[in-house]
């Protein structure tokens, strides 16, 4: 009995000594992982207060109205700030953009998406343009730039001058006769492009047909000419039937030209011998017309229309 009584007892104070180290073990293990929630907690709590700041931020930012900045079209070998874009042309374009900007989120994927697809259809860009957003200080700031159509040439057709770029391309300006100060085509039989279902014009779409592709290649080599000066205006009348072009000059006289320079016409000289036939003209003669009302420089000598009769004022360019 007393050594079942001694068993017993050192028995017992082990079980009591590892009840009271498992005790320790649980409390140490409770306050590990209380520190662990407590500390998850406050870092939860410190996240949602980031984000709420970050978000009442970001809402202050946001109700301020963005600033577009147009990175505008510039002159070759000017300085940086110099554009050939009008300033009338400029403040439509901007007009326009601010117009499709959604008012609740302006800087929003939906605000861009208007903005450039609204841009694209004024036919100024090649392509789509390229919108980014970002902040300066706390004002948003759209900014907006691409690759810009340059005007060449106006069209004139009923009445109006249309603005075109390279190849007839259709821009969205329209001048009263003789008010633009550009290169002119006269004489198109077509109309301006347009847009099937709404009739509305299609602006970035080429002019249909031959004729103004075909006057701007023309006026494109006079430009480069020495007497450029003289030019007034290429005259396409004669395209439907014959493929010829026509120079009129700055006195209403007329210089039959033939095909298009990239397409003489069959028995006509090519380009070269008619641009040399033109400068011994005027070398001679102080004139591209030679001093007449009409002449024809297609063939392999100057032709003089004695039954033309000179216009009294050359078409207004």
Not at 101 to 108: E, G, R, T
Not at 225 to 235: E, G, H, K, L
Request: no cysteine; aromatic share 6%.
């Amino acid at each position: 009995m007393g050594r079942l009584s001694s068993q017993s007892g050192g028995l017992l104070g082990r079980l009591e000594a590892l009840a009271r180290a498992d005790s320790k073990a649980w409390l140490h293990m409770a306050s590990v992982v209380g520190m662990f929630v407590i500390g998850g907690a406050l870092g939860l709590a410190a996240l949602i207060a980031l984000g709420k700041i970050e978000g009442i931020a970001v809402g202050k930012l946001a109700t301020k109205p963005p600033a577009l900045a147009f990175e505008w079209p510039r002159i070759e070998g000017g300085s940086t700030d110099a554009t050939w874009m009008p300033s009338a042309l400029r403040q439509d374009l901007e007009a326009l953009a601010i117009g499709q900007i959604a008012l609740d989120d302006p800087l929003s994927g939906a605000s861009l998406a208007r903005i450039g697809s609204a841009l694209s259809q004024t036919g100024w860009f090649e392509g789509a343009p390229m919108l980014r957003r970002s902040f300066r200080g706390d004002q948003p700031i759209i900014s907006i730039s691409g690759t810009w159509r340059t005007p060449v040439a106006v069209v004139r057709y009923d009445g109006l001058d249309y603005l075109v770029a390279s190849g007839g391309v259709l821009l969205p300006a329209r001048y009263s006769p003789g008010t633009s100060g550009m290169p002119l085509v006269v004489g198109v039989s077509e109309p301006p492009p347009t847009r099937e279902g709404t009739g509305a014009l299609a602006f970035g779409a080429p002019w249909p047909g031959r004729e103004v592709p075909d006057g701007l290649e023309l006026l494109r080599l006079a430009s480069m000419m020495p007497f450029s000066n003289q030019i007034a205006a290429v005259d396409v009348t004669r395209h439907r039937e014959a493929n010829q072009l026509e120079f009129i000059t700055d006195r209403g006289t007329r210089v039959l030209w033939g095909g298009a320079p990239s397409r003489p016409l069959p028995g006509e000289i090519q380009t070269e011998a008619k641009v040399a036939l033109l400068l011994d003209i005027v070398r001679r003669f102080g004139r591209v017309d030679a001093g007449q009302s009409r002449i024809e420089i297609f063939s392999d000598r100057v032709v003089i229309d004695r039954t033309a009769s000179a216009i009294a004022t050359a078409p207004p360019s």
